[in-house]
């Protein structure tokens, strides 16, 4: 258990970590930094798979019903950052990546949160 709880522990410094870079990469597109922002939203992707596989590796049988829509959400932003549509990179994190991850985020704390109850 004490294994555990310094895997969950991480777990929730790396989504304080993931909401702070995916702010950043907000006020990067407001100053149209949107290369400098690719570097950070690869990190962010790569963060958010790292806290997933973590999360599995618990054992935990609640699985994280948000997942699926805040991976549409990377999703999209790639698909923009491919076509370089700047204006609907801009708005779909702003009202979609952001919102997803936050709901993302809590569903999986309150997860984490009865996994140390239990």
Known sequence: MEKNIKV???ITELLETCEI????IQH???QMRYEESMM????VIHA?????NSYNNLNVKEEIKSSNELRKAFDLIVNFYE???YAQLQ???QFTLLPSFKRWRAELEDNLTQ????
């Open 40 to 43: 950070l939203f690869h990190d």
């Open 91 to 93: 708005q779909v994190m």
């Open 21 to 24: 870079g995916l702010k950043h």
């Open 48 to 52: 958010f798979a790292t806290i997933e």
């Open 28 to 30: 990067q597109y407001q």
């Open 83 to 85: 076509e370089n549509d």
């Open 115 to 118: 996994l140390l109850m239990n």
């Open 8 to 10: 969950m522990n991480k």
